[in-house]
């Protein structure tokens, strides 16, 4: 579980306290990578730490809301934030997200991020935090997707698995981009 307790109080220790608070809510949205170079194994891996992390906080309408979609040359399956408001069934839901392979696009990935996760009619919530972690282990032209996000107030988080990674464009800065050895590195295996 290294990412869950080593990861990420790093990744909120950039986050100014003001954003921070034990109380406020957060949107947490996941872009899952499941292009042909992931596989299978480290898709499943991946949908794991989501779930660790899912255990991690207070799921609910006044805490954290969890929205999770895969990703490779098109949008895979998933979930929004409207879908589940406790532990076990966004943890089911996410276990029926189906590996599907493919090139990698990570442009169509975040623009379905702004124009679909982190919209009111899928239950952003106005007031919460905006957060959302972006998972590859690949490289994909991009323009500038980020700080269109950024324009709705999403902090973007780019986790980058192996060597040949491009996360440049997709951090909402670059101490919000961290790289693990492999997938399995992720969960603590």
């Given amino acids: 579980m290294v990412i869950v307790s080593v990861l990420l109080p790093l990744l909120l220790s950039d986050i100014q306290a003001a954003e921070v608070c034990s109380n406020q809510p957060a ?3 996941f872009l899952i990578d499941e292009s042909g170079s992931v596989g299978l194994t480290n898709f499943n891996i991946n949908l794991d730490f989501v779930k660790k992390f899912v255990d991690d906080f207070d799921i609910g309408n006044s805490s954290v809301k969890i929205s999770v979609f895969a990703f490779h040359q098109l949008i895979g399956n998933g979930i929004y934030f409207s879908c589940c408001n406790d532990k076990a069934s966004i943890k089911s839901k996410i276990d029926n997200i189906n ?4 090139g990698e696009n990570f442009e169509i990935a975040l623009n379905f991020a702004r124009n679909n996760m982190f919209q009111t009619n899928n239950e952003t919530r106005d007031f919460s935090l905006k ?4 998972f590859t282990d690949g490289r994909s032209s991009i323009q500038d997707n980020t ?7 999403v902090i973007v988080f780019a986790v980058g698995v192996g060597n040949n990674v491009q ?4 951090a909402s800065n670059e101490s919000y981009v961290f790289m693990m050895p492999s997938y399995s590195d992720l969960v603590g295996q």
Avoid: E, P, T, V
């Avoid at 590996?99 to 493919?102: D, E, K, P």
């Avoid at 957060?131 to 972006?134: A, G, P, R, S, V």
């Avoid at 996360?167 to 997709?170: G, H, V």
């Fill in 27 to 29: 949107d947490i949205g």
């Fill in 99 to 102: 590996f599907n392979s493919g």
């Fill in 131 to 134: 957060i959302l972690m972006f």
């Fill in 147 to 153: 700080s269109l996000l950024q324009q709705l107030g």
């Fill in 167 to 170: 996360l440049n464009k997709i």
